[in-house]
């Protein structure tokens, strides 16, 4: 069922689900400082993001255009 969930996510943003299995581990996860600078600033700035997962596209965007 979550294999479900992930292909209706990366339908919504565009991504195959192939392409996002092949990147398993790379740029498509968002752990480790980096993950968690914008998740800090997203909240700073009012987004609502998840302690886990995918950062959405528009948050990530939002961030690096503050930089």
């Not at 943003?13 to 400082?33: C, K, L, Q």
Request: with cysteine; charged share 30%; proline share 4%.
């Amino acid at each position: 069922m979550c294999a479900f969930f992930q292909d209706a996510a990366d339908h919504l943003e565009g991504v195959s689900s192939d392409n996002a299995r092949e990147t398993a581990g790379g740029p498509m996860r968002d752990r480790g400082p980096e993950g968690e600078a914008i998740r800090l600033w997203a909240r700073a700035n009012g987004y609502l993001v998840n302690d886990k997962g995918r950062i959405p596209a528009f948050i990530r965007e939002a961030y690096e255009a503050s930089l």
